[in-house]
């Protein structure tokens, strides 16, 4: 009897709601925090400032996140994450209704939910294996399901909500990303648990954290797989930092225009996550996110020189497009092939590069914008990214892919199975195109 390595269990879907409920909260604030910034200044490097505080924790706690989540109990470390990150919104809040908003109060409320991000992330990338196990079909399956959702909802319902909330008063959109981590934290709350890390005796916390990231930059598809985003987060957080200003100053958009503007981006990531496993069917899963870098800073090009806000939105939904498919390919590959006493500290190891690149991608965008004029952090990112396929093209190859799965105990082609084996996969050939 053939076993359909893809079916996912009834905990799964707790997991995706909390995600997606979150998701749209992030959503709303993604749209209102820089349009609330722009309401206390214009200056690009004030913008750039806050974008760029919101990225230090992965910088300061990264490696360091990850060997504690590879200690703490992975469930309770995502619900009471959530839980504090609705109190903390609840802080500028009450200063946006009391008239006390500031922009160093937007930007160490931007840490304080980076950091909480840091430990739900890593912790939520090493529980989906306990979930789920290790099947490569099953996990993209799930994670495409995972990103789908938070681009739906983050991306399509979340930025405009955001700008109209903000018209509602600056601290309704902030309240409502509250709630939205309020809610995610009694889901999490309910899922089943996942057996606890197997301690290591005698390790120091920084020992272990250090084995993590060895793991990353000894293994050449690891590290591949983690320079994809970081030099991906270089050109993005140059982007986003001006975007606002260049929607405004450029296309002419408002402010329900600019949460529009970021719908077309989530429209195109949605696609992007639903296409992925076919991508890497086509192309391989080395391949793939390769060939995405070079269609990301096409459209990057595309939005640089749009001459209306209709060519932008065409050009942000390609990038989405691009970005979301290399979100599900890149996660669900590293969560197949790493041990589980040490995923939490490889995601975060990995995650940590791609945050430490953006700060510099921000102050970046910020000073390219103030020196020279808005379009040329866009040039600049465009160049990056393509740049990024020729760097990672040597490391990701689907040769390296191949051998990695089977060194994990699992067949290059994840989606053949066939009777006589109880774990539904047998080793096989590889396939063709691969």
């Not at 959503?27 to 230090?56: E, F, I, N, Q, S």
């Not at 390609?318 to 040490?342: E, N």
Request: proline fraction near 7%; include cysteine; charge should be positive.
């Amino acid at each position: 009897m053939t076993v359909d390595v893809r079916k996912l269990p009834t905990g799964f879907g707790r997991l995706w709601t909390a995600q997606t409920v979150s998701s749209l909260g992030d959503g709303v604030t993604h749209a209102a925090l820089p349009l609330l910034a722009l309401t206390l200044t214009r200056d690009p490097m004030a913008l750039a400032v806050v974008t760029a505080v919101g990225t230090l924790p992965w910088l300061l706690f990264g490696v360091l996140g990850g060997a504690l989540v590879d200690r703490w109990d992975r469930r309770r470390t995502m619900w009471v994450t959530d839980a504090g990150r609705a109190v903390v919104l609840a802080i500028p809040a009450a200063a946006a209704a009391l008239d006390m908003l500031s922009i160093p109060l937007l930007a160490a409320v931007a840490f304080l939910l980076s950091l909480g991000g840091l430990f739900f992330d890593t912790a939520a990338t090493a529980y989906l294996p306990d979930l789920l196990g290790r099947e490569p079909a099953r996990l993209e399956r799930a994670n495409s399901r995972l990103r789908g959702t938070q681009t739906a909802a983050s991306g399509f319902a979340g930025p405009p909500a955001g700008s109209a909330l903000l018209v509602l008063g600056r601290a309704v959109p902030l309240l409502a990303d509250a709630v939205s981590f309020a809610l995610s934290a009694l889901l999490v709350r309910s899922l089943p648990a996942a057996p606890r890390p197997v301690p290591q005796a005698r390790e120091s916390l920084l020992r272990q954290a250090r084995a993590g990231a060895s793991y990353v930059f000894r293994d050449r598809l690891l590290l591949g797989l983690a320079l994809r985003p970081a030099v991906g987060n270089i050109a993005f957080l140059a982007v986003e930092t001006v975007l606002a200003l260049f929607a405004h100053d450029r296309l002419g958009i408002d402010t329900i225009g600019f949460g529009l503007l970021l719908t077309a981006e989530a429209t195109g990531g949605l696609l992007g996550a639903g296409i992925a496993s076919f991508l890497g069917r086509r192309l391989g899963t080395g391949t793939a996110p390769t060939c995405t870098a070079a269609v990301e800073g096409l459209a990057i090009l595309g939005l640089a020189a749009a001459p209306n806000p209709y060519v932008a939105g065409l050009a942000l939904a390609v990038c989405g497009a691009g970005m979301g498919a290399t979100m599900v390919l890149g996660p669900s590959l590293r969560q197949a092939i790493v041990p589980g006493h040490l995923m939490g500290r490889v995601a975060s190891t990995s995650r940590m590069l791609a945050m430490c690149a953006a700060p510099f991608g921000a102050l970046l965008g910020g000073w390219l914008a103030t020196t020279y004029d808005v379009r040329t952090p866009l040039y600049t990112a465009a160049g990056l990214l393509l740049t990024m396929t020729a760097v990672t093209s040597t490391m990701t190859g689907n040769r390296r892919v191949e051998a990695a799965l089977r060194a994990a105990g699992l067949p290059d082609d994840p989606d053949r199975s066939e009777p006589g084996d109880p774990c539904g996969r047998v080793p096989c050939r590889t396939p063709r195109g691969r």
